[in-house]
């Protein structure tokens, strides 16, 4: 009597252990590289770009959007803020970003120019696959700079020139390394794509595009990427 009285308070707790179990049991299907937070600190003048990858640990497409959570950088710094398939000078609240390769990644890239000031500052997204919101994760540049000489750079510097800038008519591309181009992409302030070639030259016509502020991102043979900010006169 008291066995069988005994069953369905075993059974219960056997089915509240499958169901925690379960419900545990969805793992993320990327990681970050080299980690989903860049902190470094910087000389007040520099000019810098973090980039923070999203591996795909699959051979799947995956799909990501994020939310921003908090800016907290200062009005002095100027910034723009990159995903996998968009710029943003103006960031908005959130974006979804372009589908991944099977096995390929995606990215946040942050370019700061800290214009001489010191201070600090962060800017925090959270970031997940789009139908898992569940296990996502936060993103974070962190920042502070400084008015001492010597601190140690973390990454390397442009490899690209961009001249004249503004530019009217044609934008002139001087290479600094013998890197090949293999895709080169501009954005405007909304973050929506207006131009891209594959192969790019050394110019890029400009003539037909509005006035005002844009970015462009240029993809490397080597993986790598970079993104400069230009202004197109009237």
Not at 42 to 55: F, H, P
Not at 84 to 99: A, K
């Amino acid at each position: 009597m008291q066995v069988s009285m005994l069953r369905p308070t075993i059974n219960l707790i056997l089915l509240l252990l499958a169901t925690a179990v379960a419900s545990t049991g969805v793992a993320q299907r990327y990681t970050f590289s080299p980690s989903n937070t860049w902190e470094a600190e910087y000389y007040m003048a520099d000019e810098k770009e973090n980039q923070i990858d999203i591996v795909n640990e699959t051979t799947e497409v995956l799909a990501f959007k994020w939310r921003m959570i908090k800016s907290t950088f200062p009005a002095e710094w100027s910034w723009y803020f990159c995903d996998l398939g968009s710029c943003f000078i103006n960031v908005p609240d959130s974006n979804e970003m372009d589908l991944t390769t099977a096995g390929g990644d995606a990215y946040f890239l942050c370019h700061m120019e800290f214009n001489g000031f010191v201070g600090t500052g962060e800017f925090q997204v959270f970031v997940f696959e789009i139908g898992d919101e569940v296990n996502g994760d936060t993103v974070t540049f962190r920042y502070a700079t400084t008015n001492v000489l010597g601190v140690e750079e973390y990454g390397g510097k442009s490899k690209v020139l961009l001249y004249p800038n503004p530019a009217s008519d044609v934008l002139n591309l001087s290479m600094q390394v013998p890197l090949l181009v293999d895709q080169i992409t501009v954005h405007n302030i909304l973050g929506q794509p207006v131009y891209a070639q594959k192969r790019a030259g050394t110019e890029l016509s400009v003539a037909k595009l509005p006035a005002g502020q844009y970015l462009l991102t240029l993809a490397y043979r080597d993986g790598t990427r970079e993104t400069r900010k230009f202004l197109k006169k009237p």
